[in-house]
T-cell receptor
Framework: QKEVEQNSGPLSVPEGAIASLNCTYS??????FFWYRQYSGKSPELIMS????GDKEDGRFTAQLNKASQYVSLLIRDSQPSDSATYLC?????????????FGKGTKLSVKP | GAVVSQHPSRVICKSGTSVKIECRSL??????MFWYRQFPKQSLMLMAT?????????EQGVEKDKFLINHASLTLSTLTVTSAHPEDSSFYIC??????????????FGPGTRLTVL
């Protein structure tokens, strides 16, 4: 059973701080990794994708991938109250149904003003 | 780019009726679309994978005769919930896969359809 694990939270950080979200996955051959943000009552919105080991930065967001440790993380710098949402880690499953995504249960982030 | 639309955004129906949900990729062609369901405070659950011109692949536990999927073109997939019951009330979300030249692909989600069965 291929799994993606996330701490469900809630993770609470003060405004302006760095929020660190973590994710581990079980399938060693996974190659594509994604972070989605989901506001309550809305559908997921893609924030970052990462395919190679190391860091990938986009604005206030940095995704980090370590395939040897089967670990993906998302850092949010200068956190804002508008960042409060559930963050979903997803891993593409090429051994499964035509490249569908396996989602973690999500980490709920709360940024306090 | 990579915009996915869904229609309707919200539907309320009586028990026993059928409901059709449309998912469209607006600015790209999607050979593969996915249908998810999400109950309150739970994660996304993949229901089925839809390929243009072929039968959908359903996940274990999802009744294919109850959730009919049609992917008639490269920009449109439909999900029909037949003989809906209150337990089918949920947030239904589609996504479309964008296949890039590097063979690393990305899924973009539609805004979702909230179904309430009375």
């Amino acid at each position: 059973q291929k799994e993606v694990e996330q701490n469900s939270g809630p993770l609470s950080v003060p405004e302006g701080a760095i929020a660190s979200l973590n994710c581990t996955y079980s399938d060693r051959v996974s190659q594509s990794f994604f972070w989605y943000r989901q506001y309550s009552g809305k559908s997921p919105e893609l924030i970052m994708s990462i395919y190679s080991n190391g860091d990938k930065e986009d604005g206030r967001f940095t995704a980090q991938l370590n395939k040897a440790s089967q670990y993906v993380s998302l850092l949010i710098r200068d956190s804002q109250p508008s960042d409060s949402a559930t963050y979903l880690c997803a891993v593409a499953d090429y051994g499964g149904s035509q490249g569908n995504l396996i989602f973690g249960k999500g980490t709920k982030l709360s940024v306090k003003p | 780019g990579a915009v996915v639309s869904q229609h309707p955004s919200r539907v309320i129906c009586k028990s026993g009726t059928s409901v059709k949900i449309e998912c469209r990729s607006l600015d790209f062609q999607a050979t593969t679309m996915f249908w998810y369901r999400q109950f309150p405070k739970q994660s996304l659950m993949l229901m089925a994978t839809s390929n243009e011109g072929s039968k959908a692949t359903y996940e274990q536990g999802v009744e294919k005769d109850k959730f009919l999927i049609n992917h008639a073109s490269l920009t449109l997939s439909t999900l029909t919930v037949t003989s809906a019951h209150p337990e089918d009330s949920s947030f239904y979300i589609c996504s479309a896969r964008v296949l890039r030249q590097t063979s690393t692909d990305t899924q973009y989600f539609g805004p979702g359809t909230r179904l309430t069965v009375l």
